[in-house]
């Protein structure tokens, strides 16, 4: 890796011009190789209140890859973006980088806290931790929404005689009261996989085993999220409304690639720019008061391949 990254590493700055946005350019840069030590820088960004941070990959257990976020003077309040297995090609800690560049703002909040024990977990094998380092997984900060909404996983009452383990969402205000969730609700309202899925692997994990706390549901909505076809569509959403806004191509001309076309009474041809506004989660579903943060992958599949000319993978959530 070049000794020198200062014209390689990404820099996301605001301006006076854009108080509210991140100006991006570039790419984050590719890890070749994380081991040695010393964290490898990824990309540089200031976040909404003005101070700068940086991204980094450092190495973990048993050569897995910490995709960090901390702050760029101090390297203090460390969030991690993710952890990759060894075996993951290199170039996936940029797509994670990408990805969280991407937010607008990228909001470091949203990522638990870094802990000592992160760079010992096999992030494979969950259950091989031991309880110390699980519950300090799940003792890290909340992950919060773009309304400030936090959500924490809680003992509530379950149908049997035993409390369940379950999401639950507290108020921006912090009122007191959390409204049980699904782990696929708290994914969607976060738009993002992480923590919410890790974070109940570590917890599932702790309490296996436990006959005093039933864990089945959480077992069934972690199963479900990670096996279903229907994804997220955030990156999608983001590489239309990109190439609408550099004119490469409007939201009509995307739809009738995908082969969604609408006639006038006149039988002229356009594409269905309703389709496709709810596909990517700009419009909602008929009877529906929200945008759906989902997609099925075959649609997203479509979409990517021949309305945008790119791969899906070029648009999935990380």
């Known amino acids: ?37 010393a964290p490898q820088a990824l990309a540089l960004y200031t976040d909404s209140s003005g101070h700068d941070r940086e991204i980094v990959a450092r190495t973990g257990s048993l050569g897995s890859v910490l995709v960090i976020d901390r702050d760029l003077a101090t390297s203090a309040d460390r969030r991690l973006l993710a952890h990759l297995a060894a075996d993951e090609p290199p170039e996936n800690a940029a797509l994670i980088c990408r990805d969280y560049l991407q937010s607008d703002p990228p909001d470091p909040a949203r990522c638990r806290a870094l802990t000592e024990q992160d760079a010992r977990i096999d992030p494979l094998a969950p259950l091989g931790c031991d309880a110390a380092q699980i519950t300090a ?5 909340m992950p919060r929404d773009r309304e400030g909404h936090a959500y924490a996983l809680r003992l509530v009452a379950g149908r049997v005689a035993i409390p369940e383990l379950r999401w639950g969402c507290e108020t921006a205000d912090g009122a007191p009261a959390m409204r049980t969730l699904s782990l696929r609700e708290v994914v969607g309202n976060l738009e993002h996989y992480e923590p919410a899925c890790s974070l109940t692997e570590g917890m599932l994990a702790l309490h296996k ?10 077992e069934a909505e972690l199963v479900r999220v990670r096996e279903s076809p229907i994804v997220l569509n955030r990156r999608l ?13 409007s939201m009509s ?7 969604r076309v609408k006639r006038d ?6 594409g269905e720019t309703s389709w496709l506004a709810r596909r990517v989660g700009l419009l909602a579903e008929g009877g529906r008061g929200a945008p759906t943060p989902w997609v099925h992958s075959d649609v997203l599949a479509l979409i990517a391949r021949r309305g945008l000319g790119l791969t899906p993978r070029e648009v999935e959530v990380a």
Do not use: F, Q
Request: net charge positive; with cysteine; glycine share 10%.
């Open 1 to 37: 890796m070049p000794a020198s990254s200062s014209d390689t590493i990404a820099r996301h700055r605001n301006t006076e011009r854009e108080p509210a946005r991140h100006r991006r350019s570039g790419g984050c840069r590719r890890v070749s190789d994380p081991a040695g030590g």
């Open 265 to 270: 009474r006149k039988g002229n041809e356009s």
């Open 253 to 259: 001309e995307i739809a009738r690639l995908c082969g």
């Open 137 to 141: 997984l799940a003792s890290a900060s």
């Open 237 to 249: 959403r983001e590489a239309v409304l990109a190439h609408v806004a550099n004119e490469r191509r």
């Open 209 to 218: 085993g436990d006959g005093e706390i039933s864990t089945s549901v959480l």
